[in-house]
């Protein structure tokens, strides 16, 4: 693999945190490289909560089953659509572009040395009205992940995934 894509597979995702606080301008940092993502005619739909209240993450962490690390993070952060924005007011566009958003979040966060991971919400319509419910959303806008954010406890290795059987060469 090309060294100069190491951070790419450096990028791992990170579910346990040490008690220290994540700085301000890091966080500022990590969402500029979101909105750096590519997004469909740039609408740029995407808005992002951040959280650093304690008792706030538990309440989310309430509400998500597979997400229990927020407790722990430094900081969370609610990444949601606005399907008033979204191209051609399509959902799928409005996912898109969050994802897209969302990945560059959790590799800006590993090359800063943090540690992240992307908790799913979208489409479980449980957690998107737990999450809409917690800061009332208005309907137009759409929870799509909460991604926790903390010092790493540990390091894993690097790895690929590659997977020969996923490549189609020219044809199926
Ligand atoms: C749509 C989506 C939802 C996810 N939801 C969760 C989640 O709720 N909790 C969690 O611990 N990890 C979640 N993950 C992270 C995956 O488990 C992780 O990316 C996968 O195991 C690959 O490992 P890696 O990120 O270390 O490469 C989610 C990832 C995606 C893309």
């Known amino acids: ?11 791992r995702s990170i579910r346990e945190y040490k008690n ?11 969402l500029e490289a979101g909105m750096a993502a590519p997004s ?6 995407w808005h992002f909560i951040v959280v650093r209240n304690k008792n706030m993450l538990g309440q989310i962490a309430n509400g998500l089953p597979n997400g ?7 900081v969370g952060v609610v990444v949601c659509g606005d399907m008033n924005k979204a191209h051609d007011s399509q959902e799928s ?18 090359m800063l040395g ?3 991971c992307w908790l799913g919400v979208h489409p479980r319509r449980e957690r998107i009205n737990h999450i809409r419910g917690l800061f009332s959303l ?3 806008i759409v929870p799509v992940s909460v991604i926790s954010i903390g010092w790493p406890n540990s390091i894993p290795q690097a790895r690929t995934r590659y997977n020969e059987a996923a490549v189609h060469y020219e044809k199926w």
């Not at 060294?3 to 597979?9: A, C, D, E, R, Y």
């Not at 469909?40 to 739909?45: E, G, I, L, S």
């Not at 566009?93 to 590993?110: K, V």
């Open 1 to 11: 693999m090309h060294s100069n894509l190491k951070s790419i597979f450096a990028r």
């Open 20 to 30: 220290r606080e994540v700085p301000d301008n890091m966080i500022k940092d990590i």
């Open 40 to 45: 469909a005619v740039t609408k740029d739909p």
């Open 68 to 74: 229990q690390m927020l407790r722990k993070a430094g």
């Open 93 to 110: 566009y409005m996912i898109q572009d969050c994802s897209a958003a969302i990945e560059n979040i959790l590799l800006a966060a590993s």
């Open 114 to 116: 943090l540690g992240a």
């Open 138 to 140: 208005h309907d137009n």
